[in-house]
């Protein structure tokens, strides 16, 4: 009798479940932005303040009554990461600003979005005073803005020019702007024409660049050039970013040329052109802009 517990099959041991294989980590794609950016850039994570909900301007509404663009065309320059508040790019279309305190850029342009804010260009007529009034009744530079002052605008006239001298001078009513225009730190150029006594010799320009000594200090010009040479009397082009008193005409009479006429064509930016004198007019939106960059604001 045969015994089949001997012939049993040995039970096979259970496999273990093999590891599953390591998964690869995903690395996020780099999204490469071919938008035109702004100049200055700023890469701030803290969350952007928004004005309380319903209160501020709409960016792009801003920027079209600013004369930027159209509401259309604001919302493209948005999106392609050309518009800047408060130093960081914006992308983000319909956020609100207060434009009161908001300062905006488009490519690095400061746009001046404040309505209240005013920014003139006067020819200043030979023979005024470069007063807003006058106790003996002579003609001042107030009478030409006379107006607009009686309507309510706080003007400054930014620099002064002498009675004798004509040309551009400007008018604002941003203190912190006239304050900088005129700070010598910032070193706004000045360009005016002036008609000299006598026949200028060539080494005069090399001079003017070296320096000269007055009585308050040294000054040297930035550009000097001879525009004529006729009956005597030397028409010359002169550049510099000082703002002392009657500068120009101290520095032609220390080098034995004094000046005649004197007219002030450029401040920055700015240029005075063929506007006529007695005049004013209203400054572009982007001499606007270049004029606060020009002094960092």
């Given amino acids: 009798m045969n015994d089949r517990s001997n012939d049993a099959v040995p039970r096979k041991k259970p496999s273990r479940p093999k590891p599953p294989k390591p998964q690869k980590k995903q690395v996020p794609s780099t999204t ?29 509404k801003v920027l079209a009554q600013a004369g930027v663009a159209s509401r259309r065309a604001a919302e493209e320059l948005i999106a392609d990461g050309r518009v800047e508040v408060d130093g960081r790019i914006v992308t983000e279309q319909g956020i609100r600003i207060d434009p009161n305190i908001a300062v905006v850029r488009v490519d690095g342009t400061r746009v001046v979005v404040k309505e209240e804010l005013v920014h003139l260009a006067m020819n200043k007529p030979r023979g005024w005073q470069c007063t807003m009034s006058d106790d003996l009744g ?50 706004v150029s000045k360009t005016y024409l002036a008609t000299l006594s006598g026949t200028i010799p060539r080494t005069l320009g090399k001079q003017l660049r070296e320096g000269v000594t007055l009585d308050d200090g040294p000054v040297k010009v930035d ?11 030397s028409l010359v082009k ?33 240029v005075l052109g063929d506007q006529r004198p007695g005049t004013l007019r209203v400054l572009g939106r982007g001499e606007i802009g270049k004029l606060y960059e020009s002094v960092g604001l």
């Fill in 238 to 270: 002169v550049t510099l970013h000082e703002g002392r008193k009657h500068i120009v005409r101290r520095l032609f009479d220390k080098v034995g040329f004094p000046v005649g006429r004197l007219v002030r064509t450029d401040v920055g930016n700015i």
């Fill in 223 to 233: 550009g000097f050039q001879l525009l004529d040479i006729s009956d005597g009397k």
């Fill in 32 to 60: 490469i932005s071919n938008a035109k950016p702004a100049k200055h850039q700023h890469t701030d994570s803290s969350p952007r303040k928004h004005v309380p909900v319903g209160e501020g301007v709409r960016l792009q």
């Fill in 138 to 187: 002579r003609p001042c530079v107030g009478d030409i803005v006379s107006e607009r002052v009686q309507a309510g605008q706080r003007l400054f006239h930014v620099g002064r020019l002498d009675a004798d001298t004509e040309g551009l001078l400007l008018f604002t009513n941003d203190g912190d702007l006239a304050h900088r225009l005129m700070h010598p730190s910032f070193e």
